[in-house]
């Protein structure tokens, strides 16, 4: 939406109401409607219509979706679901539903803002980590008779190595865990006085042996 871009949220809000959004009652395979609602209750936040956007968020979440078909939709909304929890200081159901997207798209940057944001852990001895983790995805690809490995990178804020692997492996699914590990790490800056967290999260490289 341009004119949320453009923080003209009062404007944006006129504009998304024109959507007709009881069409996803109707057919809830609509990805664009998904993401519709999910700007709509952004914006709400925005202008501060906290209840208003904690209703849709619940009356939207309420449809029965199928996950594989809509992650990226799905990851958005949880996202923005949460931020309305956030504001109305509802911290704990608000990282539920964050830590719900991550499980869709560990790679939204407002995602793992949000979750720094309510953590809200600093350290005066943080360092800014860029790390590469490698792993094992737990069953082969189509056609594939070897599972996979994989190595995917992130940025995080930690007071030590082992923080910052503990930090990603929130992000990381649970059937991998136990393969996880670091092939690759770099500090930064010291002192960083910043969050502790993750600030960005890349996708996977796989390959096979």
């Known amino acids: 939406m341009a004119y949320s871009r453009e923080k003209k949220y009062a404007d944006a809000e006129t504009q998304i109401n024109s959507i007709d959004f009881n069409e996803l009652e109707n057919n809830a395979s609509h990805k664009l409607l998904i993401l519709s609602y999910a700007e709509k209750i952004c914006i709400q936040n925005k202008l501060g219509k906290l209840i208003e956007a904690l209703e849709l968020g619940k009356k939207v979440l309420s449809v029965e979706y199928d996950v594989d078909d809509f992650r990226d939709e799905l990851a958005i909304l949880y996202t923005s679901h949460a931020e ?6 509802q911290n704990k159901e608000a990282l ?5 997207s991550i499980e869709l798209d560990k790679k939204n940057k407002r995602t793992a803002f949000l979750i720094r944001e ?9 360092k800014y980590y860029r790390i590469m983790i490698e792993g094992v995805w737990p069953e082969p690809f189509e ?12 940025d995080v804020v930690a007071e030590n190595i082992d923080q910052a692997f ?7 699914p649970d059937y991998v865990h136990d393969t996880l590990k670091i092939e690759e790490s770099e500090i930064l800056e010291e002192n960083y006085n910043e969050p502790i967290g993750i600030y960005s999260a890349n996708s996977y490289s796989f390959f096979t042996e």
């Open 166 to 172: 503990e930090l990603i492996k929130r992000f990381e």
């Open 143 to 154: 056609g594939e008779t070897t599972k996979p490995g994989f190595y995917t990178s992130y």
């Open 84 to 89: 309305t929890l956030y504001q109305l200081k």
């Open 96 to 100: 539920e539903y964050l830590f719900n």
């Open 118 to 126: 309510i953590e809200n852990r600093f350290s005066k001895s943080a």
